[in-house]
């Protein structure tokens, strides 16, 4: 089945630095990734949808000069929190499908913590 | 606009018992309705996927229903066991682009 790697699997940072978090598709080219936020006991909620090549299509509600979004290649997408704080603290995952992908299930990373002090 | 409800959102059952978790969603325009596992700050696990024209899935002791028209899912899950407390995760996908709106999940607990 369809691996999706994600990296790293936890973050602590102060309050203003910036945190990069990559999601790799390690057995077929992912030509879209979602990255999806997730925050204590509440749902995953899509942030954004990346095609490779072009720029990403963000969700109402996400500041896209906050949360950076590269799909520069078919096997790797990198999400970056600029300037975090501490309510950006969530557990942050993303998901992968391919060129031929239709109505079929969805694989996901492992997810990544990140908190901001 | 799409939302997804699960009840209850916490479960505690002792092993063994068979239990149903529930899944409800307002708009019945739907590709598929994906069940997950998520296990405590880690990453989703697919457990069984039901696209639209489906009733039901099935794998081991899963059971996945769908009755689209009434908005609903059921996640059944028999003789339960200590590795079955995580939380599941519906979620279903209106466009059949992979974008999936979530419902907030059911905590189960499975107590030896």
């Known amino acids: 089945g369809a691996v999706v790697s994600q990296h790293p699997s936890r973050v602590i940072c102060k309050s203003g630095t910036s945190v990069k978090i990559e999601c790799r598709s390690l057995d077929f080219q992912a030509t879209t990734m979602f990255w999806y936020r997730q925050f204590p006991k509440q749902s995953l909620m899509l942030m954004a949808t990346s095609n490779e090549g072009s720029k990403a299509t963000y969700e109402q509600g996400v500041e896209k000069d906050k949360f950076l979004i590269n799909h520069a290649s078919l096997t790797l997408s990198t999400l970056t929190v600029t300037s975090a704080h501490p309510e950006d603290s969530s557990f942050y995952i993303c998901?992968?499908?391919?060129?031929?992908?239709?109505?079929?299930?969805?694989?996901f990373g492992s997810g990544t913590q990140l908190s901001v002090l | 606009k799409q939302e997804v409800t699960q009840i209850p959102a916490a479960l505690s059952v002792p092993e063994g018992e068979n239990l149903v978790l529930n899944c409800s969603f307002t708009d019945s325009a739907i590709y598929n309705l994906q069940w997950f596992r998520q296990d405590p700050g880690k990453g989703l696990t697919s457990l069984l996927l039901i696209q639209s024209s489906q009733r039901e899935q099935t794998s081991g002791r899963l059971n996945a229903s769908l009755d689209k028209s009434s908005g609903r899912s059921t996640l059944y899950i028999a003789a339960s066991q200590p590795g079955d407390s995580a939380t599941y995760l519906c979620?279903?996908?209106?466009?059949?682009?992979?974008?999936?709106?979530f419902g907030q999940g059911t905590t189960l607990q499975v107590k030896p």
């Open positions: 998901s992968a499908i391919g060129r031929e992908w239709s109505n079929e299930k969805l694989f």
């Open positions: 979620a279903v996908d209106g466009s059949n682009t992979g974008k999936l709106i």
